[in-house]
């Protein structure tokens, strides 16, 4: 079992930076592939980045935040970051952090636990 507790969002300007942060509970961190995930009002959940367990050798994005976003994870913390910069309007959303310990792909939907979300709303 795994709990997922997401802080960092907030409101920014377009242009700007934020970091989100997750930080995680239990003894197996490391075991599990971590991911971010969002929510825009009236829009499905969709993959925002993901990194292997272990020692996170392997990064996934979806393509609209590549270059601007970074994924990374720290093991002796139980902590998985998102550091987003550029940020534009059309990142508003709720973002969410998850876990998964199967072997589907990074970008999968099916994450096995999911934290209660941190807002992100970026202003024009």
């Known amino acids: 079992q795994v709990q997922l507790v997401e802080s960092g969002g907030g409101l920014v300007q377009a242009g700007g930076s934020l970091r989100l942060s997750c930080a995680a509970s239990?003894?197996?961190?490391?075991?599990?592939?971590m991911g971010w995930f969002r929510q825009a009002p009236g829009k499905e959940r969709e993959f925002v980045a993901a990194?292997?367990?272990?020692?996170?050798?392997?990064?996934a994005y979806t393509y609209s935040v590549k270059g601007r976003f970074t994924i990374s994870r720290d093991n002796a913390k139980n902590m998985v970051y998102l550091q987003m910069n550029s940020l534009k309007p059309e990142d508003t959303a709720v973002y969410y952090c998850?876990?998964?310990?199967?072997?589907?792909?990074?970008?999968?939907?099916?994450?096995?636990?999911w934290g209660q979300g941190t807002q992100v709303t970026v202003s024009s």
């Open positions: 239990g003894r197996t961190f490391s075991s599990y592939d």
């Open positions: 998850a876990a998964k310990i199967t072997i589907l792909p990074l970008n999968t939907r099916k994450y096995d636990y």
């Open positions: 990194v292997t367990s272990g020692s996170g050798g392997s990064t």
